[in-house]
């Protein structure tokens, strides 16, 4: 699998002394890394001054630096940075705090942290204490975070927030856009404490061509201010931003080239042709069998697009996302057997129709048996989630019916945050799912989420039980907000009077129009699909006020006027004969 390659470049330096101290428990590190991680993870670098008043100080600094460097990068890629190091930052905050609450004495581990993550064309800042993140940019020095201190007086200052402090933890985190010539500056309050900003300012632009000169510039001036704790600093310039330029792309993804178009019985690296499964504007989709007699599926890009960028890199996507995704319930992507001399990825052959053959051919779908293909298709997505993926295509044509259960396949529109915030000098592509089942904010601008595959799959269900769409025929044609609130969900009841009443209001909530009306998990909706939720009641036994206020009403309304009837009848005086 080839990927694209950051070409972000930096010149990096750091120093760090005890100066008057006996110890130094300040603790700096940086992990530069080349390759798929440059583009995947980015450059982090990171600076952590122990609390002098803590048990352990130097411990706790080293901890939180060596396990920030380490655990970053062993985070999945598809995870966005800032998801990747808060998760780190946090699990070391629980271990700091979780060594000092068990000592002897509950003596504290507490360090201040602060980091940046250089990636692509962005810079990631994450901040706890009073050590600082400075910029230096055209000349000017600008403090990037705020310090996490009170002072007390002229000689005292309590921070006010330290890794290992507490079992929670609040991190100040920051992204800016990167231009060439941007030189970071971490320190700690043993340096920044003892120079003025215009000194601090003079001497980085002064030696901004020689970082180690200006590391021991500013320490050294440090000292001489009379400087009465560890000293630590670390610089870093932008050389290069990280954005893979066009003709870079271009030369690791069109590497090998397209495929023709494949006939039955043609052969490629070994893979014999044995059906012709779907050909489309976009790809094509055989049934292949290697030597072995293995039968695996085989997906090509289309040869329309074999110079553009921003398909290639999609295309190569989706390969790359099925191997990074582990579920029973999803399509797994397979190794070819020889090396490839087309553009193409294998995935396993599945056997066993679509839902939208299962639909046509069993709809209206038994309750439990839509039940537990929900079930299945919810664990699948919900893996996508775990690696901050969304399908964004969830429709019944992308669903196989196997033996063992329903499992989803296509990677074709798949979104994943760690790659979106990737720059790259070419416009992405960007592929929205089937419109009868993608979910509304797609259309009329808003920001999708997990609760945007929620809405797919509860239309899958509704289909199953119906064999009709939540709001009809008109759902397709909406393109702006206003026109989907004109849309009425038609219950499902009213197709497939089997439908409890519950069941429907659950199926309701999951395709609302407004994804914050829809359930904050797919746990929850799972749950009010298997048992009744008690604010539905089944509409037989709530008060007709709540199931039909209109012909309440009209009932009160009915019974007034016949009481009134009743009266005037009563006050008539009565004749008797004569």
Not at 319 to 335: E, F, N, Q, Y
Request: glycine share 6%; proline share 4%.
């Amino acid at each position: 699998m080839e990927h694209l390659k950051s070409s972000l470049e930096i010149t990096f330096a750091q120093l760090s002394q005890a100066g008057i101290k006996s110890e130094n428990q300040d603790t700096i590190g940086a992990r530069i890394p080349d390759g798929t991680s440059l583009a995947n993870k980015g450059i982090a670098i990171a600076i952590a001054d122990g609390v002098s008043t803590s048990a352990a100080a130097k411990q706790a600094s080293q901890s939180a630096i060596t396990g920030f460097l380490s655990d970053y990068y062993a985070t999945p890629d598809t995870w966005r940075t800032q998801q990747s190091a808060t998760r780190v930052i946090q699990s070391l905050n629980r271990y700091l705090w979780g060594l000092g609450s068990n000592s002897p004495r509950q003596e504290g581990l507490l360090t201040t942290f602060s980091a940046i993550i250089l990636k692509s064309d962005k810079v990631f800042c994450f901040h706890v204490g009073d050590s600082r993140i400075y910029r230096l940019r055209d000349g000017q020095l600008e403090q990037l975070t705020r310090d996490h201190a009170q002072k007390v007086d002229k000689k005292t200052t309590y921070l006010t927030r330290a890794l290992g402090a507490d079992s929670v933890l609040e991190i100040d985190m920051q992204t800016h856009e990167l231009i060439i010539g941007d030189t970071f500056i971490l320190t700690t309050d043993g340096i920044h404490d003892s120079i003025q900003h215009k000194s601090m300012e003079s001497l980085l632009y002064a030696y901004s061509d020689n970082l180690d000169d200006a590391c021991s510039r500013l320490l050294n001036k440090a000292l001489e201010n009379n400087s009465q704790d560890n000293l630590s600093i670390q610089i870093c310039r932008v050389n290069n931003i990280g954005a893979a330029s066009q003709s870079d792309a271009v030369s690791v993804l069109s590497r090998l080239p397209f495929p023709p178009l494949l006939s039955i019985g043609q052969t490629v690296d070994g893979l014999c042709v044995k059906a012709i499964l779907q050909e489309s504007e976009r790809s094509q989709v055989y049934r292949v069998e290697d030597e072995d007699g293995q039968s695996l599926v085989m997906k090509t890009p289309s040869s329309h697009y074999c110079d553009d960028i921003a398909y290639i890199e999609r295309f190569v996507m989706e390969s790359w996302i099925g191997i990074r995704l582990h579920s029973d319930c999803i399509v797994k992507v397979v190794a070819p057997p020889k090396p490839r001399t087309f553009l193409y990825y294998l995935t396993e052959h599945l056997n066993g129709p679509t839902l939208t053959q299962l639909i046509k051919e069993r709809a209206p779908v038994d309750i439990p048996d839509a039940i537990d293909l929900i079930t299945g298709i919810t664990k699948g997505v919900r893996a996508f989630h775990r690696k901050d993926t969304l399908h964004q295509d969830i429709k019944p044509d992308n669903i196989i019916v196997t033996s063992h259960g329903p499992v989803i396949i296509d990677f074709g529109s798949s979104w994943v945050a760690g790659i979106s915030e990737m720059a790259a000098s070419f416009e992405r592509d960007h592929i929205l799912g089937t419109l009868d089942y993608s979910a509304p904010e797609y259309r009329y601008g808003a920001k999708a989420s997990n609760r945007s595959d929620q809405f797919s799959v509860a239309v899958l269900m509704y289909e199953m039980l119906t064999q009709k769409l939540p709001y009809g025929e008109a759902y397709g044609k909406a393109m702006h907000l206003k026109a989907f609130q004109k849309l009425k969900y038609r219950p499902a009841a009213a197709y497939n009077p089997l439908v409890p009443y519950w069941m429907d209001k659950a199926i309701a909530k999951a395709v609302s129009i407004h994804a914050e009306q829809r359930y904050s998990s797919f746990s929850e909706f799972l749950h009010d699909l298997k048992r009744p939720n008690p604010l539905w009641q089944n509409p037989q036994t709530q008060p007709l006020l709540q199931r039909n206020p209109l012909r309440f009403w009209q009932a009160l309304a009915a019974i007034g006027w016949f009481a009134a009837l009743m009266l005037l009848l009563n006050a008539i005086p009565k004749t008797g004969s004569l």
